[in-house]
T-cell receptor, first 115, second 112 residues
Framework: ETGVTQSPTHLIKTRGQQVTLRCSSQ?????VSWYQQALGQGPQFIFQ???????GRGNFPPRFSGLQFPNYSSELNVNALELDDSALYLC??????????????FGPGTRLTVL | AQKITQTQPGMFVQEKEAVTLDCTYD???????LFWYKQPSSGEMIFLIY??????QNATEGRYSLNFQKARKSANLVISASQLGDSAMYFC?????????FGKGTKLSVKP
């Protein structure tokens, strides 16, 4: 286990609703990245938070937003849910900064179903 | 734009044999990292191995090794002595500092 936790495990919402997903990073990690993984696809980068600031964003609309808290846990918020938002949402924590690369530790994911 | 291609949707291997999973990448960044992750049916992504673009030697981690051919832009994963527990999806990814670009994955099935 990586020490990264996500909640809830599963979630069912209807189109147009809003959802908040939560992630607790591994102890000592200050960076959280969020990914969306549709069925049969590889994960796609949504955005990253480093020390409570957004530090990069993928090709996702503004209705995908996030927060990182002083304890480095994070939330992903999705407004106006669409059917295509149904996916596994993964968060990954790492130790950001000036290092050659940062191994990312993934949580178990939240499976979101939009009806 | 960065791109990762995994051309094998599914692979079968006999238990205890070696298997190679293919990955090619396309990036214009002079410095980059290549990663392999394993995703069991539970969904969690498990880090397997990393190769830096300037590393002179191929990376190895236990039964995993990465066959890095920079000129061909390929970073194939070799799993030696396959085990039943190796059955999973395998993803190749490129990037650093969080912005990982993943391929579509290869489903590996290990036969007893």
């Amino acid at each position: 286990e990586t020490g990264v936790t996500q909640s809830p495990t599963h979630l069912i919402k209807t189109r147009g609703q809003q959802v908040t997903l939560r992630c607790s990073s591994q102890s000592g990690h200050n960076t959280v990245s969020w990914y969306q993984q549709a069925l049969g696809q590889g994960p796609q980068f949504i955005f990253q938070y480093y020390r409570e600031e957004e530090n990069g964003r993928g090709n996702f609309p503004p209705r995908f937003s996030g927060l990182q808290f002083p304890n480095y846990s994070s939330e992903l918020n999705v407004n106006a849910l669409e059917l295509d938002d149904s996916a596994l949402y993964l968060c990954a924590s790492s130790l950001g900064g000036e290092v050659p690369y940062n191994e990312q530790f993934f949580g178990p994911g939240t499976r979101l179903t939009v009806l | 734009a960065q791109k990762i291609t995994q051309t094998q949707p599914g692979m079968f291997v006999q238990e205890k044999e070696a298997v190679t999973l293919d990955c090619t990448y396309d990036t214009s960044d002079p410095s980059y990292g290549l990663f392999w992750y394993k995703q069991p049916s539970s969904g969690e992504m498990i880090f397997l191995i990393y190769q830096g673009s300037y590393d002179q030697q191929n990376a190895t981690e236990g039964r995993y090794s990465l066959n890095f051919q920079k000129a061909r832009k390929s970073a194939n994963l070799v799993i030696s002595a396959s085990q039943l527990g190796d059955s999973a999806m395998y993803f190749c990814a490129e990037g650093s500092q969080g912005n990982l670009i993943f391929g579509k994955g290869t489903k590996l099935s290990v036969k007893p």
